[in-house]
Structures are given as structure tokens and as C-alpha cells.
């Protein structure tokens, strides 16, 4: 109740039912002479007590153990000892203080047990019946309280569990959705850059035929990469798994000869034995490897080599170029590692001689 209602709400109904508990026991003792005034201050006394158990749960038990005691003194009808403690033991379990509360309980029993029996009271009675309705009514007050906490405590963590989860599934989009930019972007810029210089020094020679080539891979590439920024554009949208493909492979190397590589691709896999994602990851792959071959490689040729089996997906892309520590450093290579590591696969990348190779091994369908 407390969690779908207001907390004041729930404090004073909880000192209404104290408050009118206490005074229709008060008011139906059959005593000769009728209450007083002052007995029914203390049942007010009682549940005003319940206004202030959030703030104060231990002055709440010390003031109405104290409450109680003094009651009891002055010679009021009897109220039994569990009704005006039992929402002050609720309240401090709910709390978390479930040592006072029981050491409370202890004290209210053990102290009206003792008082009783000297008044008189047969022991037996005591024992037999008050002791304990007495000690299961407080046991009862204690335990539920430390059952609500307990149960609002578990809501609460797995809340927070919840929201880490979506925290690290946002920053796992966005980690994605970067390195997809990146390696789009990336690719295309190496294109165009290169083609810019060959479309100048055409131009500064008179040869027309170059440059007109050179510009219309520019356009061409560019043209490429916007239809891929659209697709990132509606994975944001529509929270698709895959935007590329190893399908879109004969364009990626197109582009790559398009700057004078030499491309040779051996390519033996089935797609639709491959999970999106793991297509999309290998194609990004294999694409940022290219780029890293234009920009820093200096290499005339380029092997590409898929091949899958039942269970994983392996790709190479290797070059004859002067390998070096250049291409082992970057975003690139740690966004293709990344990738790889993300997806339960591993990724290698090292100098050969001649040239540099990466390799990827992907499981072939995810769990």
C-alpha cells in the first residue's frame, strides 16, 4: 500500500487505527468508575506518535515503551501491551532497525510479565496465555515490517539492475552506431582523397579522361555512403540489427580497385546461415581493413578470403604492402577487435612480410 500511496496518507491511518484501537478498549473496560479524560489523551498520544515514525522510528519505540509504562502507573483500564507498541515495532522494522525492535518487544513483555506476576496473576495464566499471544502478536508486527522492507529493498535493486541493463545496452548502440560511422566514413574519406589527387594531377596534365574518371568515383563513393548513413539513421528509428551486408561486398572492393588496388576475393559462405549481425560485423571488418590498406599500406594487391563451417565465420584480408607498426595502431584495428570480442569471436592483425594481415574468426549464428 505504501508504495502506490501517499507516505503521510498511510502515517495517519496508521495513527487513527492506533488511536481509536486503544480507545474502544479503554472505552468498553467494565470497571466501576468510567475512564477519565486523560486515559483517552493517551490513545491520541499513541497514534500521534505514528505521524512522526519515518523521521524518528527510535524516539517513536523509546516514547511509546515510555507511553505505556506511564499509563499502566497512573492505574488506567487495561489496554494490553502488544496493541499500543505493535505499529512502533512495524515501523522500526520497516525501517531496517529490527534489533531496537525486538530488543523493545523484549523489554514491553519481560517488564509487564514481571509487574503482573508480582500484582498477583497466576503464572500459569502468564505463561500459558498472555506470554504468548503477547510475544506472536509483537513477533508478527516485527516480522511483517522486515517483510515489506525486505520486499521493497529486492523492487529497488532489481530497478537498478534494470537500468544498468539499459544503460549498458544504450552505450553498446552507441559504441555501435560510432563504429559504423567510423568505418563508413573513414572508407569513403580515403576514397575521395585519394581520387581528389588523382582527378588534380589529371587536370594539371590536360588529361581530361583521368579526371572525369576520378571525379566520378567521388561521386559515386559519396553516393554509396550516404545510403549508408541512411541506414544507420534507420537503425536509430526502427532498431533493426543489421545495416550492410556481406552481400554489398562487390561494391566495397569496386571502391577499393577504384583507387588502384588489385582486389582478389575467394569467398565461399552461405548468408543465410549467418546471423545479421555477425554479417553486418564482418562486412564492417572487412571494410575498415580495406581502408587501412589505402591509407597507410602503399600495397598494389589485396587478398580477401571468407570461408565459414557449421559453427564460425573466418575472414583474412591481407596486402603486399610495407606493413609496419603505422597500421597497427588507431581506432580502426581496435574498432575491428572490438567488434570481434563483442560478438564472441577474436581478431588478429599483424605486419607480414611482405605486408599485413588482419584475420577474424566469428561464431557463425549468436546464441
Known amino acids: ?107 514491553v513483555v519481560s517488564v509487564s510479565w514481571f509487574f503482573r506476576f508480582q500484582g498477583g496473576e497466576p503464572a500459569a495464566y502468564l505463561l500459558g496465555y498472555e506470554l504468548i499471544s503477547n510475544v506472536a ?63 588534380a594531377e589529371a587536370i594539371a596534365r590536360g588529361d581530361s579522361t583521368v579526371a572525369v574518371k576520378a571525379v566520378g568515383i567521388v561521386r559515386d563513393t559519396g553516393e554509396q555512403t550516404m545510403r549508408e548513413l541512411r541506414s544507420t539513421v534507420k537503425l536509430l528509428r526502427t532498431q533493426e540489427t543489421a545495416v550492410v551486408s556481406l552481400r554489398d561486398l562487390d561494391g566495397l572492393i569496386a571502391s577499393a580497385e577504384a583507387t588502384g588496388l588489385t582486389v582478389r576475393s575467394e569467398v565461399d559462405t552461405r548468408l543465410d546461415r549467418i546471423s545479421p549481425a555477425i554479417d553486418a560485423a564482418a562486412y564492417r571488418i572487412v571494410q575498415e581493413a580495406l581502408t587501412n590498406v589505402i591509407r597507410h599500406a602503399q600495397a598494389q594487391n589485396v587478398r580477401i578470403a571468407l570461408s565459414q563451417d557449421e559453427h564460425s565465420l573466418r575472414l583474412e584480408v591481407s596486402d603486399d604492402g610495407h606493413g609496419g607498426p603505422v597500421a597497427t595502431t588507431g581506432h580502426g584495428l ?22 599485413f594481415t588482419v584475420t577474424a574468426t566469428l561464431p557463425a549464428r549468436l546464441a
Open 137 to 199: 502478536l509483537l513477533a508478527a508486527a516485527i516480522a511483517l515490517g522486515d517483510g515489506v522492507r525486505s520486499r521493497r529493498v529486492i523492487r529497488r535493486d532489481e530497478q537498478e539492475r534494470l537500468t544498468r541493463e539499459a544503460e549498458r545496452r544504450l552505450q553498446t548502440q552507441r559504441e555501435m552506431i560510432a563504429r559504423d560511422l567510423h568505418d563508413s566514413v573513414g572508407h569513403t574519406m580515403s576514397v575521395i582523397a585519394l581520387q581528389t589527387n588523382v582527378a
Open 334 to 355: 581496435r574498432g575491428m577487435s572490438e567488434r570481434a570480442r563483442l560478438l564472441g569471436g577474436s581478431l588478429t592483425a599483424a605486419p607480414e612480410n611482405p605486408g
Open 1 to 107: 500500500m505504501e508504495d502506490e500511496t501517499a507516505p503521510w496518507v498511510v502515517d495517519v491511518l496508521f495513527g487513527v487505527f492506533v488511536t481509536l484501537a486503544i480507545a474502544l478498549i479503554i472505552a468498553t473496560d467494565r470497571a466501576d468508575a468510567p475512564p477519565g479524560p486523560a486515559a483517552y489523551a493517551f490513545a491520541i498520544g499513541f497514534g500521534a506518535l505514528m505521524l512522526v515514525r519515518r523521521r524518528t522510528p527510535k524516539a517513536v519505540l523509546v516514547a511509546t515503551t515510555l507511553g505505556l509504562f506511564a499509563y499502566y502507573t497512573m492505574g488506567y483500564p487495561a489496554i494490553g501491551v502488544a496493541i499500543p507498541v505493535v505499529a512502533a515495532l512495524y515501523s522500526a522494522a520497516e525501517l531496517g532497525l529490527l534489533r531496537p525492535a525486538i530488543g523493545t518487544a523484549v523489554v
